[in-house]
């Protein structure tokens, strides 16, 4: 089998899992990348792989293709427009687009969820009537970054005109604050059904930014279901891997964000831990037209599971960091009492750090399994404490 897997870094594909998921398959990868050159050790094509045209004349100039797949938020519709164009299994390039553009989804949305949102094109005024308090954020953003709570039309007037200093041509959406518990819904399609993997509960940081300290195991509602399965289908999603982001609201469950890929920063491995699969080689054998196989959603290998995040407090320069507990073979490291715990730095010492209130204020991911959460919080306390992140 030949692999083209689309990526704009190293992240998207070799801490996501997929290249090496892609060996244990014995299966041939190109990649195909706008930054060749920080790639090293594989067939690589350079391209503008945010182009569906660059992206299908690569590979038609190449091997040819069995699976063209891409795990990066930016590339899932060149990526399907690709993959549809060569006959192969892919998401519906439309889908991505909606899942993509925040102002889209919500228009997919609006038959099925009451949720004001607004969209504010470069140079458009900023609405008065909206109901307070209300979330901006770009359309098409990523990582937490430029999305705010504001409490009042001035405080809107000044977010707008904050970003758009930083993102002129951007469009922006202003919308509802969703109010209550933060949930994940992880999803698989393979063209016949769309399975539900889990979910987590997430921990933000402090408002009025919106970053992600830390997501917890926790499988949806069986009573959220039928409204989020509602949500998915209106806005087409159903091949493949999603990630899908909600608030459970006084008003029952609604949609924050779908995100259509796998999620990240190491869930995508606790997700894997958990269910005892090889969950990064299902997602790629979808890709190559196999179902997904036959497993038990509530037959886990660890009964509980946590991702925090390591965010700097201060802008700084790192002086002491963790030993990294993230081996290149992607093998767990020892145990200690039932919890088995991973570290990846994702900051070195030395460097120089700019706190964003961002998802980009990240220092380091910090992954752990163990038999409840009392264990699981216990391993994570000690580990922080005996080996915490310096910034001077």
Not at 114 to 138: I, Y
Not at 204 to 217: A, S, T
Request: charged content about 25%.
């Amino acid at each position: 089998m030949r692999l083209y897997l689309t990526t704009l870094n190293p992240t998207d594909s070799v801490t996501g899992g997929f290249l090496p998921a892609a060996a244990a398959l014995g299966w041939d990868v190109t990649i195909l990348t706008d930054q060749p050159d920080r790639y090293s050790g594989y067939d690589v094509v350079a391209a503008d792989v945010r182009d569906p045209r660059a992206v299908i004349d690569a590979v038609a100039s190449h091997h040819r293709a069995d699976v063209i797949f891409s795990n990066s938020d930016h590339l899932q519709a060149a990526t399907a427009l690709a993959a549809a164009y060569f006959g192969l299994p892919g998401k519906d390039w439309r889908a991505c687009v909606t899942a993509k553009n925040k102002a889209l989804t919500r228009r997919a949305l609006a038959a099925v969820e009451p949720v004001r949102s607004v969209r504010l094109p470069p140079g458009g005024q900023v609405p008065e009537d909206l109901p307070f308090p209300v979330v901006v954020k770009p359309a098409l953003g990523v990582a937490s970054e430029d999305v705010v709570l504001v409490d009042g039309p001035d405080a809107l007037t000044a977010a707008v005109a904050a970003i758009r200093e930083r993102r002129p041509e951007e469009v922006l959406v202003a919308e509802e604050f969703l109010d209550g518990p933060l949930r994940t819904l992880e999803t698989l399609g393979d063209g016949d059904a769309r399975h539900v993997l889990g979910g987590f509960a997430t921990t933000l940081g402090p408002l009025p930014h919106f970053v992600e300290e830390r997501l917890d195991w926790r499988p949806p509602d069986a009573g959220h279901l039928p409204h989020l399965t509602a949500a998915l289908d209106a806005a087409g999603v159903g091949f493949g891997v999603c990630h899908t982001e909600y608030a459970v609201t006084r008003d029952g469950p609604r949609v924050i964000e779908i995100n259509y890929r796998l999620i990240g920063d190491n869930c995508d491995f606790l997700l894997a831990d958990l269910l005892g699969v090889p969950l990064h080689q299902w997602i790629l054998r979808v890709h190559a037209g196999e179902p997904v196989p036959v497993f038990d959603p509530d037959g886990l290998r660890a009964a509980y599971g946590s991702v925090v995040s390591l965010v700097a407090e201060r802008s700084g320069t790192v002086t002491a960091a963790p030993p990294d507990l993230y081996p290149a073979d992607l093998s767990p490291p020892g145990r200690e009492d039932g919890v088995r715990l991973w570290h990846r730095a994702l900051r070195e010492i030395g460097d120089h750090v700019e706190v964003t209130g961002t998802n980009r204020d990240y220092l380091g991911l910090l992954r752990a399994v163990g038999p409840d959460r009392a264990s699981v919080d216990a391993a994570i306390d000690t580990f922080r404490k005996e080996h915490p992140w310096v910034l001077a």
